[in-house]
């Protein structure tokens, strides 16, 4: 008698990001498949504030690659995106340090694992099964 086939973990995935460009989109499609969810933080902490707009964003286009792929690459709505704004701070940046963008992300979680990942970080298709299988 075989056993009944357990549930994949629903994992949702966190991403703090300032000026990711190009790497974002290539992190958001190599996890897409494999998660949940995805929210993605961008913006700066005061700290950041000569690496970021006057009005706490990225310098580069990530903001707007974000919402590109939303529109275009997320079928499933499994990708949102929060910015300081969206959480309450209306110039623009996040208050202290990178710990209020984590918080952003782990108390919009819904699944069952939350998992980190820096806006440059990418996985093998091969290596996520791996590790989704051991979860």
Known sequence: MMAPARAAPRVTFGIIVLNGEPFI???????????????VVEGAAPGARNIATPDGHSR????????????????DGKVTIVTAE???????????????????????????YLWQVDSDEFYLAADMERILGML
Request: no cysteine; aromatic share 12%.
């Open 86 to 112: 969206d959480d309450g701070h209306p110039n623009g940046f996040w208050p202290g340090e990178k710990d209020q963008q984590s918080q952003a992300y782990a108390h919009r979680a819904t699944g069952d």
């Open 25 to 39: 989109r290539y992190t958001l499609r190599s996890l897409y498949p494999f998660a949940h969810e995805i929210i």
């Open 60 to 75: 580069d286009a990530t903001l707007e690659t974000l919402r590109r792929f939303k529109a275009d690459e997320d079928p």
